[in-house]
């Protein structure tokens, strides 16, 4: 299959909007907190079970992607977000199903498993094209699509939990929710299968600058290089810290502030679900957008250095101040979300362009372990602490020790960052050089 190729005078401005509708859609992944505890309740689940189907996504997600990565570098963006709309959306219709018959092990089949593996090849299917298109501003233009992946759950959060209201929390409400939310993202993500294009090849996009010249390494060569491992530790810490929030964000604050004055209640804690998700979403667009300016190492000390400081003020004074512990929370997931964004583009850097969507693919299954870290820490943890007895925010205090750990571990990983290895690189061909110089002279 050939990649549909963008003719004379095509808009790269309109590559952004086709990647959003993809990643919006799969999104709604960071909006699962709202559904487990209709689903605890339901099918009678603890937290670590009904985290379960969200874990298994992530870990699809890695996966798919670093499995699909070259596929996708082969058969182009449209084949690519055409399979993602499959899964993701026949996911859903799956879990529906399960929820409606009460057979948890459905949802966990269909949300965790295939609509994982649409949310691997839905969140590569872009990346590796915006960066083609917007090679002066690569951070900014994988932020601007990526940041749709951390903004999805600002719409699913309040339009779930509605659902919920509507329908009912019961195993046929679930059921009738997961129906709405299959159909409505088909039909969503359909309108980035039909507007998505790739560049022509040695063509200036709209006049501006054609792609830099830079390394050019192989995704088999790239796994073979100690900066490749490196951000691997790099991402895993940071989406670990992140995702140990993200995911049980609802229950979380609930847990915090249970013996306050002012408890919070099940629509506030769904509405702090939505601001995680804006922190999130402004943060793939503004920290990678100021990666472009400062350079990616450096904004990687920022994620992970001050993400430690915030783990460690919410673990000592969270409980004391709402205020506090929701702003400690927005920062850690800006860096989240930043982490995401700018990946891709800190691969460029090292990498190249030539096959850094693969690269970009393999590194995902830092995100598939992170993403059974980070739940399986918080709500393993807080299972025992509360067979041992305890409750409120002494569930989550050894927990946070453990993300401040990891943190550490990857700003250090970060400082062993170095230029790949030119015995690393393929040599450019010859077509290319001669059109740079055809440009310079």
Same mark, same amino acid.
């Given at each position: 299959?050939?990649?549909?190729?963008?003719?004379?005078?095509?808009?790269?401005?309109?590559?952004?909007?086709?990647?959003?509708?993809?990643?919006?859609?799969?999104?709604?992944?960071?909006?699962?907190?709202?559904?487990?505890?209709?689903?605890?309740?339901?099918?009678?689940?603890?937290?670590?079970?009904?985290?379960?189907?969200?874990?298994?996504?992530?870990?699809?997600?890695?996966?798919?992607?670093?499995?699909?990565?070259?596929?996708?570098?082969?058969?182009?963006?449209?084949?690519?977000?055409?399979?993602?709309?499959?899964?993701?959306?026949?996911?859903?219709?799956?879990?529906?199903?399960?929820?409606?018959?009460?057979?948890?092990?459905?949802?966990?089949?269909?949300?965790?498993?295939?609509?994982?593996?649409?949310?691997?090849?839905?969140?590569?299917?872009?990346?590796?094209?915006?960066?083609?298109?917007?090679?002066?501003?690569?951070?900014?233009?994988?932020?601007?699509?990526?940041?749709?992946?951390?903004?999805?759950?600002?719409?699913?959060?309040?339009?779930?939990?509605?659902?919920?209201?509507?329908?009912?929390?019961?195993?046929?409400?679930?059921?009738?929710?997961?129906?709405?939310?299959?159909?409505?993202?088909?039909?969503?993500?359909?309108?980035? !299968?039909?507007?998505?294009?790739?560049?022509?090849?040695?063509?200036?996009?709209?006049?501006?600058?054609?792609?830099?010249?830079?390394?050019? !390494?192989?995704?088999?060569?790239?796994?073979?290089?100690?900066?490749?491992?490196?951000?691997?530790?790099?991402?895993?810490?940071?989406?670990?810290?992140?995702?140990?929030?993200?995911?049980?964000?609802?229950?979380?604050?609930?847990?915090?502030?249970?013996?306050?004055?002012?408890?919070?209640?099940?629509?506030?804690?769904?509405?702090?679900?939505?601001?995680?998700?804006?922190?999130?979403?402004?943060?793939?667009?503004?920290?990678?957008?100021?990666?472009?300016?400062?350079?990616?190492?450096?904004?990687?000390?920022?994620?992970?250095?001050?993400?430690?400081?915030?783990?460690?003020?919410?673990?000592?004074?969270?409980?004391?101040?709402?205020?506090?512990?929701?702003?400690?929370?927005?920062?850690?997931?800006?860096?989240?979300?930043?982490?995401?964004?700018?990946?891709?583009?800190?691969?460029?850097?090292?990498?190249?362009?030539?096959?850094?969507?693969?690269?970009?693919?393999?590194?995902?299954?830092?995100?598939?372990?992170?993403?059974?870290?980070?739940?399986?820490?918080?709500?393993?943890?807080?299972?025992?602490?509360?067979?041992?007895?305890?409750?409120?925010?002494?569930?989550?205090?050894?927990?946070?020790?453990?993300?401040?750990?990891?943190? !550490?571990?990857?700003?250090?990983?970060?400082?062993?960052?170095?230029?790949?290895?030119?015995?690393?690189?393929?040599?450019?061909?010859?077509?290319?050089?001669?059109?740079?110089?055809?440009?310079?002279?």
């Amino acid at each position: 299959m050939s990649p549909p190729v963008a003719p004379a005078g095509w808009s790269r401005w309109l590559v952004p909007p086709a990647a959003l509708s993809v990643h919006l859609s799969i999104g709604q992944a960071y909006a699962w907190s709202v559904f487990k505890p209709p689903l605890e309740s339901a099918l009678g689940l603890s937290g670590t079970q009904s985290a379960l189907p969200f874990q298994l996504g992530i870990v699809m997600l890695g996966l798919s992607a670093a499995f699909g990565g070259t596929l996708v570098e082969r058969n182009g963006p449209r084949w690519a977000m055409t399979v993602a709309l499959i899964c993701f959306s026949s996911g859903f219709l799956l879990s529906a199903l399960g929820a409606a018959t009460e057979q948890y092990w459905l949802i966990v089949l269909g949300y965790g498993f295939v609509g994982g593996i649409g949310l691997g090849i839905g969140y590569i299917s872009p990346v590796s094209t915006l960066i083609k298109w917007f090679p002066d501003r690569p951070g900014m233009a994988t932020g601007i699509a990526i940041m749709g992946f951390g903004g999805g759950a600002l719409i699913a959060s309040p339009w779930s939990a509605q659902m919920l209201e509507s329908f009912g929390s019961d195993s046929s409400g679930i059921a009738l929710a997961f129906l709405v939310h299959g159909l409505s993202y088909a039909v969503f993500m359909l309108l980035g !299968v039909v507007l998505v294009r790739v560049p022509r090849t040695g063509r200036s996009p709209d006049g501006e600058p054609a792609a830099l010249p830079g390394p050019r !390494v192989p995704a088999r060569s790239a796994v073979r290089t100690p900066q490749f491992w490196c951000l691997w530790i790099v991402l895993c810490t940071n989406v670990t810290a992140g995702i140990g929030i993200l995911e049980k964000a609802a229950p979380m604050i609930t847990d915090f502030f249970a013996d306050s004055s002012a408890p919070v209640s099940a629509t506030a804690a769904a509405g702090f679900v939505a601001l995680l998700s804006a922190a999130n979403m402004a943060g793939r667009i503004g920290w990678s957008s100021t990666s472009d300016l400062i350079g990616r190492k450096n904004i990687y000390r920022v994620y992970l250095g001050a993400g430690a400081l915030m783990y460690t003020l919410i673990a000592l004074f969270g409980d004391s101040s709402k205020p506090l512990f929701v702003l400690c929370a927005l920062v850690i997931l800006s860096f989240y979300g930043g982490g995401f964004a700018t990946v891709p583009a800190y691969l460029k850097d090292l990498f190249g362009t030539y096959e850094v969507g693969a690269i970009h693919g393999r590194l995902l299954t830092a995100w598939s372990t992170a993403g059974v870290l980070g739940p399986l820490i918080v709500n393993w943890i807080a299972d025992r602490q509360e067979e041992a007895g305890r409750h409120g925010a002494s569930l989550y205090g050894l927990s946070f020790v453990i993300m401040i750990g990891l943190l !550490v571990v990857g700003l250090a990983a970060n400082e062993f960052v170095r230029p790949v290895h030119a015995r690393h690189h393929l040599p450019e061909p010859k077509e290319a050089a001669d059109d740079r110089r055809h440009q310079s002279a």
